[in-house]
Nanobody
Framework: QVRLVESGGGLVQAGDSLTLSCAAS????????MGWFRQAPGKEREFVARINKSGSNTYYADSVKGRFTISRDNAKNTVYLQMNSLKPEDTAVYYCAADRRIGYYRATSGYDYWGQGTQVTVSS
């Protein structure tokens, strides 16, 4: 069992930056690739970013590429999402998720564990 706890969400203005954190406890953190997803009201949960187990490879949705950066600190069992140049359309609940698979996976299915989410609201 892996428990994921997100933090760092909040209300910001367009153009601001925000860093989300996801702390993991339980089984070995380095056994999992980590992903960030988001879900806006009335919309399906969508892929934002993914980082492999070692942190050497990262993947991004086109909508956030160049603005968001995913990273991980395996010594701290934590994955981060640095979000710059935030836009109102980035408003959503952001979730982190853990995945034992190797490779690049954007779909929510297959991720083994999920956090409870943290709200990010970007005002115009």
């Amino acid at each position: 069992q892996v428990r994921l706890v997100e933090s760092g969400g909040g209300l910001v203005q367009a153009g601001d930056s925000l860093t989300l954190s996801c702390a993991a406890s339980g089984r070995t953190f380095t056994s999992y690739a980590m992903g960030w997803f988001r879900q806006a009201p009335g919309k399906e949960r969508e892929f934002v970013a993914r980082i492999n187990k070692s942190g050497s490879n990262t993947y991004y949705a086109d909508s956030v590429k160049g603005r968001f950066t995913i990273s991980r600190d395996n010594a701290k069992n934590t994955v981060y999402l640095q979000m710059n140049s935030l836009k109102p359309e980035d408003t959503a609940v952001y979730y982190c998720a853990a995945d034992r698979r190797i490779g690049y996976y954007r779909a929510t299915s297959g991720y083994d564990y999920w956090g409870q989410g943290t709200q990010v609201t970007v005002s115009s």
